[in-house]
């Protein structure tokens, strides 16, 4: 291989490693996007409530821990085969977004990043009060060792999650961080 070939593939896996890269990011207009979806499905909510009436009927595990890493693009699967999704199609479809599988992991970046956000400025107080309620947890007298077992396990699946949700690339954090008041609000108004 001469000189002339090592630096044209040189220059080709640079500019996909760069390509890579760029599309990795999530931009401020992407994030924007995705916010102005949730907020025009906020705005259909009525026309989704067969959907809802059907996903809390298969739901049956409703203890279970949510996955912060796919919680977007989890609740889409669920949703595949309803007639409900070809109305989400249609609004991701005008915000930008190619399908609602990209809209989905978008949003799971998006809500994974922010969720890592939130925590992070909370962890050492959970982590805490943990440790608290794991000392009052063996000295409890009326439970037990069976119980307390039980107990601990169920706290440990719970510092799993927090770690889990905290765990989130500094890249999508960053991206994330101006818009978590927009957030706030349209996760707060989907909750109303």
């Known amino acids: 291989?001469?000189?002339?070939?090592?630096i044209r593939i040189f220059l080709i896996a640079m500019l996909l490693f760069a390509a890579n890269s760029y599309a990795d990011t999530l931009s401020d207009r992407t994030i924007?996007?995705?916010?102005?979806s949730l907020d025009e499905l906020n705005a259909m909510e009525d026309e989704f409530d067969t959907l809802d009436m059907d996903l809390e009927a298969?739901?049956?595990?409703?203890?279970?821990?949510?996955?912060?890493?796919?919680?977007?693009s989890g609740g889409l699967k669920d949703m595949k085969g309803h007639s409900d999704y070809d109305k989400l199609a249609k609004v991701v479809k005008r915000h930008g977004f190619r399908n609602p599988e990209q809209w989905a992991q978008t949003g799971d970046r998006i809500f994974h990043a922010w969720m890592a956000l939130e925590m992070d400025t909370q962890?050492?107080?959970?982590?805490?009060?943990?440790?608290k309620a794991l000392v009052e947890l063996?000295?409890?007298?009326?439970?037990?060792?069976?119980q307390k077992e039980q107990m601990k396990a169920m706290m440990g699946g719970v510092m799993s999650t927090m770690k889990q949700?905290?765990?989130a690339p500094k890249a999508d954090m960053n991206s994330v961080r101006p818009h978590m008041n927009a957030l706030r609000a349209v996760t707060e108004s989907e909750a109303d």
Not at 58 to 72: G, K, Q, S, T
Not at 123 to 131: F, L
């Open 32 to 36: 924007t996007s995705f916010i102005s």
């Open 58 to 72: 298969d739901n049956d595990d409703e203890l279970a821990m949510p996955d912060f890493a796919h919680v977007i």
């Open 165 to 167: 949700a905290i765990n």
């Open 1 to 6: 291989m001469n000189v002339v070939t090592t």
């Open 138 to 146: 063996d000295n409890n007298p009326d439970m037990t060792p069976a």
């Open 123 to 131: 962890s050492a107080e959970v982590s805490q009060e943990m440790k």
